[in-house]
């Protein structure tokens, strides 16, 4: 029978202890992912005083239930860059994710973590356009991708835009390695936050700076990353005895299928959709393995959620115009693992007072009069006034029942609770 956990959890994580007292530092981060855990491990190189809180385990959430592809192509992406923000953006934004994925490279070449050189695809089924336009912006930014008729897909496509060397890894074996003399108290959930100071159930910690790395913000009196985020919902399975697909795919349309392998396993990904909205799920996934894998079975079944902003790209940096000492970062729009190296390299710099070549790309500060505003903001007034007994304790919308998961799930922006109430998902940071 299929286990309900990612193929990661099978790694052994360091364990840490509880906060219990007082505490004073020059850095405090909160939230114990993968952006929190890099920029820690970042200011732990540079000699910075810091400390990390996590609410629960580190890694429990988002972190342990990637698929874990390292590349600079974020779908289709850059065509979308440089219609709204211009070339020179554009670039910027290719050339800070090629410098993440440099970094893992450095990292994991004295890192047992699976750590494989793997070409990326990103492919339509019926949309060749789509293709062209994503190419002839890669070769005016300079980056030598290639346009691909077949590729190792059990089905027909209109063509794929390849990455070459790019990797993927198993990111809790990656963390497990770096993680272990870094400065983390665990199950030590932030329930109060003043300038300067957060609190948790037993104790407090004072520093001159704060970094919010939460997977969603979770201070709506700045930033309105209540207006700039919503959540998406996605679903994996492991397959064994399916074909090997050599490379790391993903459709460039959100309702297709993403593939990488790990060892003897197929990870199989799709069915999304916005939380708190109706999607395919696992059985989507079931059933195209059904048709493509007959041979197959199922090892593991596990669903993601991810911060999507409004333009495809992440906010990295200081968390408003207003908040000089305090920064975020969120957003990462699926693309999580360069995204959060980029996070961590960006905000050390502004620690130690240097200037980032790509802060501006990322500034969370930007224009936020982008179409997905729009489509936000009717989303979360249609919720707000939907009668529902069960309302979301972040911002008072109505909670919809996901019969697939069992779950209480917020449309709004995407808060997310167990049957009897316990919140799963933040920005919601209490119980229904």
């Known amino acids: 029978m299929a286990k309900n956990i990612s193929v990661w959890q099978e790694t052994k994580l360091p364990d840490f202890p509880q906060l219990k007292e007082d505490i004073n530092t020059d850095v405090l981060i909160i939230g114990g992912g993968m952006a929190g855990i890099l920029t820690a491990y970042m200011l732990h190189q540079a000699g910075v005083k810091y400390v990390l809180v996590e609410g629960r385990k580190i890694c429990s959430g988002t972190t342990q239930n990637t698929t874990a592809k390292i590349t600079a192509q974020n779908g289709l992406n850059y065509h979308k860059l440089l219609k709204g923000e211009g070339l020179e953006k554009a670039r910027d934004y290719l050339n800070a994710n090629l410098s993440a994925c440099a970094e893992y490279a450095k990292l994991c070449s004295?890192?047992?973590?699976?750590?494989?050189?793997?070409?990326?695809?990103?492919?339509?089924?019926?949309?060749?356009?789509?293709?062209?336009?994503?190419?002839?912006?890669?070769?005016?930014?300079?980056?030598?991708?290639?346009?691909?008729?077949?590729?190792?897909?059990?089905?027909?496509?209109?063509?794929?835009?390849?990455?070459?060397?790019?990797?993927?890894?198993?990111?809790?074996?990656?963390?497990?390695?770096?993680?272990?003399?870094?400065?983390i108290y665990e199950n030590s959930f932030v329930h109060e936050m003043e300038p300067g100071q957060a609190t948790t159930e037993d104790g407090r910690v004072r520093a001159s700076k704060i970094i919010v790395a939460t997977h969603f913000p979770f201070i709506n009196k700045h930033g309105s990353y209540f207006l700039k985020l919503h959540q998406h919902r996605s679903y994996v399975i492991a397959l064994k005895n399916a074909e090997n697909v050599e490379g790391m795919y993903v459709d460039e349309d959100h309702k297709g299928f993403s593939f990488r392998n790990y060892g003897n396993l197929l990870l199989l990904g799709g069915g999304g959709h916005r939380t708190g909205m109706k999607g395919g799920g696992w059985d989507e996934l079931r059933s195209f393995a059904r048709e493509h894998y007959p041979n197959a079975e199922e090892t593991n079944y596990w669903a993601a959620q991810d911060c999507m902003s409004l333009d495809c790209t992440p906010y990295i940096g200081q968390y408003s115009k207003r908040t000089e000492d305090l920064y975020a970062a969120t957003g990462f729009n699926k693309w999580g693992m360069t995204g959060t190296m980029v996070s961590a390299m960006?905000?050390?710099?502004?620690?130690?007072?240097?200037?980032?070549?790509?802060?501006?790309?990322?500034?969370?500060?930007?224009?936020?009069?982008?179409?997905?505003?729009?489509?936000?903001?009717?989303?979360?007034?249609?919720?707000?006034?939907?009668?529902?007994?069960?309302?979301?304790?972040?911002?008072?919308?109505?909670?919809?029942w996901n019969s697939k998961e069992r779950s209480w799930d917020c449309a709004c922006h995407g808060s997310r609770f167990s049957e009897d109430g316990k919140v799963l998902d933040n920005p919601a940071n209490g119980d229904i």
């Open 346 to 400: 960006i905000l050390r710099d502004k620690i130690l007072g240097r200037s980032n070549e790509y802060e501006a790309v990322f500034d969370p500060s930007r224009s936020i009069l982008k179409p997905q505003l729009f489509v936000n903001g009717c989303i979360s007034v249609g919720n707000l006034i939907t009668p529902s007994k069960k309302r979301c304790p972040h911002l008072g919308c109505a909670l919809k």
């Open 110 to 183: 004295y890192i047992d973590c699976d750590y494989e050189v793997k070409d990326n695809y990103v492919y339509s089924v019926d949309d060749r356009k789509k293709l062209e336009d994503e190419m002839d912006v890669l070769h005016k930014i300079g980056y030598d991708a290639e346009l691909c008729e077949k590729v190792d897909l059990p089905f027909t496509i209109a063509g794929a835009v390849k990455f070459p060397n790019q990797a993927q890894f198993n990111p809790l074996k990656f963390i497990s390695a770096i993680a272990g003399d870094l400065h």
